[in-house]
């Protein structure tokens, strides 16, 4: 029961929703950048969010299937095959053993998720599957994936469950990056805080899952302040000294010293995620009602998506 690595990818890491209650500690959340399509992948093979799914970077991985099970991708649509056809995201199919998926030619996105049926079985670090790869721990062997890797899987017969995932495609266009002033907002001038809103930033050469340099307008303080380090969380806008703000992104520090700017909306950080370096975006100005009011509003909609995959799972 098992999944053979032939060829690795770019960057492939086992991420779920990342590890929770150590922080405090100094120990990093890592997990998903894209959670929405890693709930969603989830959701079509008839998981719990819970589950770890395999990030996928850009260039996909190829892998051979040695049992039989269900799977599915969500995210970007990163061109994958299997057994030579087409498998689009937000699709669970059956494979049988030996089958091989492969990815080719991306056509949008920077992430996509994949899932299989009962997930794969890996060993916890501090309560998460997440991979660590700075430190070397979490996922698989802590780093990403490499050929002749083996990883073990459950097996299924089961049908596929019955979700429709319609209206979750698409890229998200280049609607603006919702964001709710940060801690530190006050301490900036009326015109960083208008170039912010209103100016084009992009997305620096030197981005990864750590954080998002922005490359734009700097952003001045009313004054230089001398700020002790807080914590900081997954959308944490900081300006360092040069005023090029930093989006913390999943595999962000647990403390900074920067002031904090702005605060990205939860609901916004899957298409952020999906953003490449030399990308370009622009954020705008909520209030945190309205992000409540997201929020709330799209875990609902999984909450009805999670309810059918589990009718689904029982059918025979």
């Given at each position: 029961?098992?999944?053979?690595?032939?060829?690795?990818?770019?960057?492939?890491?086992?991420?779920?929703?990342?590890?929770?209650g150590?922080?405090?500690?100094?120990?990093?959340?890592n997990?998903?950048?894209?959670?929405?399509?890693?709930?969603?992948?989830?959701v079509?093979?008839?998981?719990?969010?819970?589950?770890?799914?395999?990030e996928?970077?850009?260039?996909?991985?190829?892998?051979?299937?040695?049992?039989?099970?269900?799977?599915?991708?969500?995210?970007?649509?990163?061109?994958?095959?299997?057994?030579?056809?087409?498998?689009?995201?937000?699709?669970?199919?059956?494979?049988?053993?030996?089958?091989?998926l492969?990815?080719?030619?991306?056509?949008?996105?920077?992430?996509?998720?994949?899932?299989?049926?009962?997930?794969y079985?890996?060993?916890?670090?501090?309560?998460?599957?997440?991979?660590?790869?700075?430190?070397g721990?979490?996922?698989?062997?802590?780093?990403?994936?490499?050929?002749?890797?083996?990883?073990?899987?459950?097996s299924?017969?089961?049908?596929?469950?019955?979700?429709?995932?319609s209206?979750?495609?698409?890229?998200?266009?280049?609607a603006?990056?919702?964001?709710?002033?940060?801690r530190?907002?006050?301490?900036?001038?009326?015109?960083?805080?208008?170039?912010?809103q209103?100016?084009?930033?992009r997305?620096?050469?030197d981005?990864?899952?750590?954080?998002?340099?922005?490359?734009?307008?700097?952003?001045?303080?009313?004054?230089p302040?001398?700020?002790?380090?807080e914590?900081?969380?997954?959308?944490t806008?900081?300006?360092?000294?040069?005023g090029?703000p930093?989006?913390?992104?999943?595999?962000?520090?647990?403390?900074g010293?920067?002031?904090?700017?702005?605060?990205?909306?939860?609901?916004d950080?899957?298409?952020?995620?999906?953003?490449?370096?030399?990308?370009?975006?622009h954020?705008?100005l909520?209030?945190?009602?309205?992000?409540?009011?997201?929020?709330?509003?799209r875990?609902?909609?999984?909450?009805?998506l999670?309810?059918?995959?589990?009718?689904?799972?029982h059918?025979?």
């Open positions: 029961m098992t999944l053979h690595v032939i060829r690795p990818g770019l960057s492939s890491t086992f991420q779920d929703l990342g590890r929770s150590f922080q405090h500690l100094g120990v990093p959340a997990g998903a950048m894209d959670s929405d399509a890693h709930t969603l992948a989830n079509l093979v008839g998981n719990t969010a819970a589950e770890a799914t395999l996928v970077l850009l260039q996909g991985p190829t892998l051979r299937f040695q049992v039989g099970t269900v799977i599915a991708l969500a995210g970007a649509d990163l061109g994958a095959q299997l057994d030579g056809h087409p498998l689009p995201p937000l699709r669970a199919v059956r494979v049988r053993p030996g089958a091989v492969a990815f080719g030619r991306r056509r949008w996105g920077a992430r996509a998720y994949l899932a299989v049926r009962g997930g079985l890996l060993t916890p670090t501090l309560g998460s599957l997440s991979t660590n790869s700075r430190a721990y979490g996922g698989y062997a802590g780093r990403a994936l490499q050929a002749g890797d083996v990883i073990s899987i459950c299924s017969f089961a049908n596929p469950p019955r979700v429709d995932a209206g979750w495609e698409g890229q998200g266009g280049n603006p990056i919702r964001v709710m002033p940060g530190e907002w006050h301490l900036f001038s009326t015109s960083a805080r208008q170039q912010l209103g100016s084009a930033y997305i620096g050469n981005s990864e899952r750590m954080g998002y340099r922005l490359c734009g307008q700097a952003l001045a303080l009313h004054n302040v001398d700020l002790l380090s914590a900081v969380s997954f959308g806008v900081q300006v360092p000294p040069n090029q930093i989006v913390l992104m999943a595999d962000r520090q647990t403390t010293g920067y002031p904090r700017i702005a605060q990205v909306i939860s609901v950080l899957p298409r952020l995620a999906q953003k490449l370096p030399g990308d370009t975006l954020f705008s909520v209030d945190i009602d309205q992000a409540q009011h997201l929020s709330q509003a875990e609902a909609r999984f909450a009805r999670a309810s059918h995959s589990l009718l689904g799972s059918r025979p």
